[in-house]
């Protein structure tokens, strides 16, 4: 794996004021994104793996959301804190943004040649003749079939497939180097889901593409990534290699998530499940985030907050201190961290 760090994340903290009080949606957040490869930010629904991206590029409502903390370097470039206008520099240029909806976030207005035509000739200055030769190029290449016809199309007249791949070709117009994918296969069928990550991981290879790419499915994980993050609660409770979270688990919740993996579970009648919900983010319990749901929960977690234990593999949780009882998940973090 490349040793060039493309993107720096340090200690982000993100809060949503509210009519009940403060949402504290993403909590001390750091990760480095290397040139090439897939970083995969995996957790459930409201986790704030989503929120997490969305801030990097100022595209969260603010107010009222606001960012309490942190830093992000783009080849360090300072990226928080920068106005719209700064951040214009970046946004679609030097990184590019897949949604998830891909209907909702194209221009219902627009045909498909003239938004990424757009993006052209305001990023690049190309001139419209250049920028429609371009268009025909992209869709090409995200293997639109005849693409001088379908540029003329609005999304509608699109599937959900052919938009998915619309909005790579929008994402990558203006090469960027880093590319965040926010869950861009779940509306999508499993056959259309394979051909639009194996679009993705040849578009890697041939732009040398960094990519953020948000699931909740472990399966795309397994697929796409080299490093993961897995978020519970606002945070990073583990991270590490893609061998590392799949075959040496070191925190309870990936190892609930893995075992509520469908394919683990096809031959039982009901799915596995991790007991019990997330909790309130108005107000995080004071110790471990994920206590209340934890099999091996100690008193200790209940009101002291774990932080990362381990160097290259990490994981948030009090069974990696060493004075904690000896446990297995505690050998995982020490054959693959060295700690
Ligand atoms: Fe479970 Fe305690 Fe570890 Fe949290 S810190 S995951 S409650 S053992």
């Not at 993100?14 to 403060?22: D, L, Y």
């Not at 290449?141 to 791949?165: A, K, N, T, W």
């Not at 919740?253 to 893995?258: N, R, V």
Request: net charge neutral.
């Amino acid at each position: 794996m490349s040793s060039e760090v493309v993107l720096a994340v340090d200690n982000l903290a993100v809060e949503f004021a509210t009519w009940g009080g403060s949402v504290q949606a993403v909590r001390d957040v750091s990760f480095k994104l290397h040139k090439g490869t897939t970083l995969a930010i995996v957790g459930e629904s409201g986790c704030g793996k989503s929120v997490t991206v969305q801030s990097l590029l100022g595209l969260i409502p603010m107010p009222p959301g606001r960012i309490t903390a942190g830093s992000a370097r783009l080849r360090g470039e300072e990226l928080l804190g920068l106005g719209a206008k700064a951040l214009n520099r970046y946004r679609g240029k030097r990184i590019g943004m897949i949604f998830q909806d891909a209907m909702s976030a194209l221009n219902p207005t627009m045909t498909i040649g003239d938004q990424i035509a757009e993006t052209l000739i305001v990023h690049t200055g190309m001139s419209a003749a250049a920028a429609r030769q371009e268009v025909i190029t992209l869709l090409g290449q995200v293997q639109i079939p005849e693409p001088e016809r379908r540029m003329r199309q609005y999304p509608f007249e699109f599937s959900g497939g052919m938009l998915q791949r619309a909005m790579i070709a929008l994402s990558i117009a203006c090469q960027p180097e880093v590319l965040i994918a926010d869950e861009p296969t779940t509306a999508l069928d499993v056959t259309i889901q394979a051909q639009i990550l194996q679009l993705l991981e040849s578009l890697q290879k041939s732009h040398g593409l960094s990519i953020i790419l948000i699931t909740h499915d472990l399966g795309v994980v397994a697929r796409m990534a080299q490093e993961v993050a897995v978020m519970y609660a606002g945070q990073i409770v583990e991270q590490g290699s893609v061998d590392d979270i799949f075959y040496r688990s070191a925190h309870p919740y990936t190892l609930g998530l893995k075992a509520a993996m469908p394919g683990k579970a096809a031959h039982k009648a009901q799915l596995q499940v991790i007991p019990g919900s997330p909790p309130d983010l108005f107000a995080p319990p004071a110790g471990c985030g994920f206590h209340a749901r934890c099999p091996h929960v100690m008193q200790l977690c209940e009101s002291n907050a774990p932080p990362l234990f381990g160097t290259t593999h990490q994981a948030r949780c009090w069974l990696h201190h060493a004075a904690a009882p000896v446990h297995p998940l505690r050998q995982q973090l020490i054959a693959s961290s060295g700690s």
